[in-house]
């Protein structure tokens, strides 16, 4: 008999070490582990598998070889954007990292070292990924829409042998050059790469400098493939850098033995997919859901995975996805409801559907940002299959809450993430770590210690990571989402407790571009604000208070910060409108009312805070809003 839902999560908790000794089994290890869970001195106070030895890009794909998957397709590459398609069996693909492997190594990369990936969505941008896990190195993928100071910052904290980077990437119609922002970013950073591999790409040639970069193909001409190093189960295989509460990005560390462990075991638990189907997460490999689900785990558990060099409208138009899930026989689907939103909204009917047969297609997750309610019943009820939103965190690398298909299918609840995955025990507390009453709004975070796959620490900043995260909940690892847990257990996320926003599903922090705005030259104080979108669900603005005397006229001090945003964060930021106010909203104490800004901008009911210090203000602030279109 197959255990229910609620048996396997309890037995999650209560015998966490049978738990994911049993997942871990799953693996090919060259060593087994001495512990599960090892209580000890390291930031978290826990580690997963310590003293086990692996190779995690062996168990992505020689592992298949071997056991007589070699023939079956790992990666479809699919690019609506250069109308290609390109398919590399498990033995294809080995083959294709380990001679990248082979030229890495043949330039000095080995365990432990970083490689910075700088890449759009093309084969070679996993092909490298691999490459460094079979090597035993490091990764730092950086997200293609990041403009040069981003990528320079993270350099410089990455510290990086090798950088890996195409010319350029393609954004529906337009070709972005990447390599003079590369060349830029290598110029402001104290840090410099002894190399860095360059693909080529038909739409653009970028210059090499001399003595420093390698074209791609001939670097891997004529090198000797290589093969995996074992590396132990608590190495990181990754960084992965995402937004924090200033302008620092937090280094996301990412070990190899727990995250290989829980990655495959999400496959089959989770989104309920057996090896040799067809997953698709619909994403990018810059953010975590493209490394843990369009790289990792489908690979870890014998899928074929697709990687999609297009947009879900315009590439050629709404009905992208369905071509897509047809062509390559997709069962399961990851993607963010932002993109959801998006189709809705130029095919309203789901009129593009009937061209394609989905009939194989089982299921739909959606992550990233809230759903809304409208956007999953309008997918669930055009596709005709579950839509299951999941939350979860470039921190825990897998879903926090979910609706665990593959243990058992629950009601799905509209508004609500599910229940606590398997390895997590979720509270909403109050400021004293209390839990609050079910149905009431507190902080929601996790009972230490984090399930596997999760991240020991962030990277060069141990003191950061335990203050952060795991200080002001002493025992539990802060979310920094707050929400509430219903009669049901199904947990509800409602909003960030910090200065993230979700901007079509990426992660920004406003606190960043406050920082932008405030060096321009005219201004004296500033604010961003995460205000409501029906495409993005959130986007930012920004409320300027300028320097006593200024006089030049605004609209050129809003392009000039846009600009600015645009230059140092990146066009991913969609930082399109500024405001300027004679002051901005505080307390008494002169903590500026962002909340309240918000309100008024989304249109809602809001109440006069009781510390404000001059309630006239918010006035002024509504007239701004006005004048740049909200509440819209
Ligand atoms: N490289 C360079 N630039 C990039 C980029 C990349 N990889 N990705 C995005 N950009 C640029 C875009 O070209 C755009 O630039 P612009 O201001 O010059 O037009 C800007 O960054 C904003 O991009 P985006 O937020 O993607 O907006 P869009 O209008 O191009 O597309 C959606 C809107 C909804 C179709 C798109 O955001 C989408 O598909 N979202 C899905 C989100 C997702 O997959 N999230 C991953 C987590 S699951
Ligand atoms: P990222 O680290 O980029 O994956 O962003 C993580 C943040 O996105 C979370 O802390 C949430 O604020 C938000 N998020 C992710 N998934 C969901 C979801 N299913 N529902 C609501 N918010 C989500």
Redesign the pocket.
């Known amino acids: 008999m197959t255990a229910s839902f609620d048996e396997v999560h309890n037995r999650s908790l209560t015998d966490p070490e049978g738990f994911w000794s049993e997942a871990a089994e799953e693996l090919s290890w060259s060593r087994r582990w001495d512990s599960v869970l090892e209580r000890c001195d390291v930031p978290s106070g826990y580690r997963w598998f310590a003293g086990g030895r692996l190779n995690t890009c062996y168990n992505c794909l020689d592992v298949h070889v071997e056991n007589g998957r070699g023939d079956q397709a790992a990666l479809i590459y699919d690019s609506p954007v250069t109308d290609t398609t390109r398919r590399f069996s498990f033995r294809e693909l080995r083959d294709e990292v380990a001679t990248f492997a082979g030229a890495l190594a043949a330039q000095g990369v080995g365990r432990g070292d970083r490689v910075v990936v700088y890449m759009?969505?093309i084969p070679e941008a996993p092909i490298a990924m691999l490459a460094c896990a079979r090597l035993g190195a490091v990764h730092s993928v950086v997200?293609?829409?990041f403009a040069a100071p981003e990528l320079a910052v993270r350099i410089d904290d990455a510290q990086p042998k090798a950088i890996v980077t195409a010319s350029c990437?393609i954004?529906?119609q337009?070709v972005?050059p990447?390599k003079p922002l590369l060349d830029e970013a290598i110029r402001l950073a104290t840090h410099k790469p002894s190399t860095c591999f360059v693909l080529q790409r038909p739409q653009e040639t970028a210059s090499l400098v001399e003595g420093r970069d390698l074209d791609w193909s001939e670097a891997i001409a004529g090198v000797e493939p290589h093969d995996c190093v074992d590396v132990e189960a608590t190495d990181p295989l990754y960084i992965l850098y995402t937004s924090g509460t200033t302008g620092e990005p937090k280094g996301v560390v990412r070990d190899n033995g727990g995250h290989a462990v829980a990655l495959k075991w999400t496959m089959r638990n989770i989104y309920g997919v057996e090896p040799g189907e067809t997953y698709w997460?619909?994403?990018?490999v810059?953010?975590?859901?493209?490394h843990s689900y369009i790289v990792y785990a489908p690979l870890l558990n014998g899928n074929t995975t697709i990687l999609y060099e297009g947009?879900?409208?315009?590439t050629p138009d709404a009905g992208a996805f369905w071509r897509v899930i047809e062509q390559h026989r997709v069962s399961a689907m990851?993607?963010?409801p932002?993109?959801f939103?998006?189709i809705k909204r130029e095919d309203p009917n789901g009129e593009l559907l009937s061209r394609n047969d989905l009939s194989e297609f089982r299921t739909l997750f959606l992550?990233?940002e809230r759903c809304d309610p409208a956007t999953l019943e309008w997918a669930r009820d055009k596709l005709g299959v579950p839509v299951i939103d999941h939350w979860w965190q470039t921190e825990t690398g897998w879903a926090i809450c979910a609706n665990c298909i593959g243990i058992e299918m629950l009601p799905v609840k509209a508004g609500s993430a599910g229940r606590p995955a398997p390895g997590w025990d979720i509270r909403a507390v109050d400021e004293e770590t209390k839990e609050v009453a079910r149905n009431e709004t507190g902080a929601l975070v996790a009972k230490l210690p984090l399930p596997p796959g999760t991240f020991p620490t962030l990277w060069n900043a141990d003191r950061r990571f335990v203050e952060t995260y795991l200080t002001q909940y002493p025992g539990y690892y802060k979310t920094a989402d707050a929400g509430h847990v219903d009669a049901d257990g199904y947990v509800h996320i409602m909003a960030r407790t910090d200065d993230i926003i979700n901007?079509?599903?990426?992660r920004l922090s406003t606190g960043e571009m406050e920082e932008v705005l405030a060096a321009h030259p005219d201004v004296a104080e500033c604010a961003v604000v995460g205000v409501a979108d029906d495409?993005?669900g959130e986007v930012p603005v920004g409320f300027m208070v300028l320097k006593a005397g200024v006089a030049r006229e605004t609209g050129g001090i809003v392009s000039e910060v846009v600009s600015a945003v645009?230059e140092k964060i990146?066009?991913?930021?969609?930082f399109?409108q500024a405001a300027i106010v004679e002051r901005l909203p505080k307390t008494r104490s002169g903590k500026i009312l962002r909340g309240t800004i918000k309100k008024i901008a989304d249109g809602e009911e809001y109440k006069v805070p009781a510390t404000i210090d001059d309630p006239a203000i918010l006035d002024e602030i509504t007239a701004a809003l006005r004048g740049i279109g909200y509440p819209g």
């Open positions: 759009p969505m997200f293609g829409g990437g954004e529906g337009r972005i990447y997460a619909a994403s990018d810059g953010w975590v859901v493209g947009k879900p409208v315009g990851f993607t963010a932002t993109a939103r998006a992550a990233g901007v079509a599903a990426h495409l993005k645009r990146g066009p991913i930021a969609c399109r």
